[in-house]
């Protein structure tokens, strides 16, 4: 690959256009995002940015999955270490913020199971490609945490309040068909069809009119400028909530295939 990109261990590059940069999260374990993707893929959209050979991205996931969501190590990490807790918050940010201010469209192609790190990038792409089989689910309150990463600034904007409300109070599981339906995602298509599909439309973005795009995209993002204080009230209180005893019970409970038992009520 061009310079640029260099030094990423966890996200493959190819060119699937010569206009376009193919970017596609890979680490062996149905791309969950670890410490060193999550950090990867709050920068890859400044080294995109930069990139004055590429005029559109396409964001993937190795083999049948898109992201399978956090690692349970960086989780354990991030409720014990105080350091690590700030590290991973900031890295969240700049995750949304870095996709919402890159100049350059970016295309997801979802397949498999669509969570977590891996799902930012997927809902916050300016087209948003599903298998009409992808499972996709924002888990936060499964696991015992606010739901903050990306689903506050844009879910209610796409789906509306109720279906966003609905999903994330109960990460309830949409499929790409329904997913496309309600608004969430901008299309869904055979899983055959996906990856052909999303280079088709990168294609486009990347043959268009840059500048005409890139100040369309701007202006159309204001949208979730707007949002950012809800959006950095979602990850704040997502954070705190890795101090207490609900991420305890649900991280176990994911460990042991289990139902959570979470404590009947708090403070809050």
Known sequence: MSTGYEGYQRLRFDRPHPRVVRITMDNGRMNTADAVMHA??????????????ANCAIITGAGRTFSAGGDFGM???????????????REARDLVYNIVNCRKPVVSAMRGVAVGAGLVCGILADVSIASKDCRITDGHTRLGVAAGDHAVIIWPLLCGMAKAKYYLLTCDVLNGAEAERIGLISLAVEDAELDARAVEVAARLAEGAQSAIRFTKYALNNWLRMAGPGFDASLAMEFMGFTGP???????????????????????
């Open 246 to 268: 609900e991420v305890k019970e649900g991280l176990e409970s994911h460990l042991e295939k289990r139902a959570p038992r979470f404590p009947p009520g708090s403070e809050a």
């Open 40 to 53: 990867e893929l709050a920068r890859v959209w400044r080294d995109l940015d930069a990139d004055d050979s």
């Open 75 to 89: 989780v354990r990490e991030i409720m014990t270490d105080f350091e690590a807790r700030t590290r991973v918050w």
